[in-house]
């Protein structure tokens, strides 16, 4: 257990000399506002994932055959502006190849505005899970969840891609000492699933005791808090410069 508390430590409180810099704390934040946008988008928006595609590619397939309360529309809106996402984060990625940081401050101010955006929308409209406003969140937060995907994959820090556990749970069980690994990282993974988790329970809870749109206003700002952290720490680093 010590083990699992010190790799998971050193994650949120990274050392000066860490490979990784700054970014293991920062993704894991990122985790986290995941857990609370799908908690919003499954919870109010009908069974519809902004960052989980997995399942939104399993939920067509059951509107499909007529599964009550999928729509294929939905699920396919959000693919779409998930895709869009995606390839806003790449131009980002590939404009600023060697500075890290340069990903993190555009990933992490786009969404801030996308996410705080969606808020705005779901408490001026009448239904947020309706009509043309469940579309217009739909787009945005898929869009927001788009660009932290592409980002997170270039940041390339092993086992926080923010969104998507079926690997990082795959890695803990093929890599432990029972399976014949050595348990690295087990601490780090344990706290991305951890923050996911967190991040549900809290979005959950705000929509079902609260406001439906509380969860998109802790979300947006997560990201803005982050973006002013991430902007306030040195910019010439190894951590930030050359892909580490």
Do not use: C
């Not at 952290?229 to 050359?242: C, D, I, K, M, Y």
Request: proline fraction near 4%; avoid cysteine; hydrophobic fraction near 55%.
């Amino acid at each position: 257990m010590p083990v699992i508390l010190r790799d998971a430590w050193s994650t949120l409180v990274p050392g000066r000399d860490v490979k990784h810099g700054p970014l293991p704390p920062m993704l894991v934040g990122l985790t986290v506002v995941t857990g609370l946008v799908d908690a919003f988008s499954y919870l109010v928006l009908g069974h519809v994932f902004v960052a989980n595609m997995t399942g939104n590619v399993v939920f067509m397939a059951f509107a499909v055959l007529g599964a009550s309360g999928f729509s294929v529309a939905a699920s396919a809106t959000a693919l779409g502006a998930f895709l869009l996402g995606a390839l806003a984060g790449g131009r980002l990625v590939h404009q600023v190849r060697r500075h890290r940081g340069k990903m993190l401050y555009g990933a992490l101010g786009t969404e801030a505005v996308l996410v705080l955006a969606s808020y705005l929308t779901a408490e001026l409209a009448d239904s947020p899970s309706s009509g043309g406003a469940r579309y217009a969140l739909i787009v945005l937060l898929g869009v927001a969840m788009g660009v932290q995907n592409a980002v997170a994959r270039a940041l390339a820090v092993p086992d926080l891609t923010t969104t998507v556990l079926t690997l990082t749970l795959t890695g803990m069980a093929a890599d432990s000492r029972p399976a014949g690994g050595a348990g690295g990282r087990i601490g780090r993974r344990s706290l991305s699933a951890v923050s996911l988790f967190l991040g549900a329970l809290i979005g959950a809870a705000a929509v079902l005791h609260t406001d439906d749109a509380v969860p998109l206003l802790i979300g947006g700002l997560l990201l803005a808090l982050a973006f002013l952290a991430a902007f306030s720490l040195p910019r010439a680093t190894a951590r930030w410069v050359g892909g580490a």
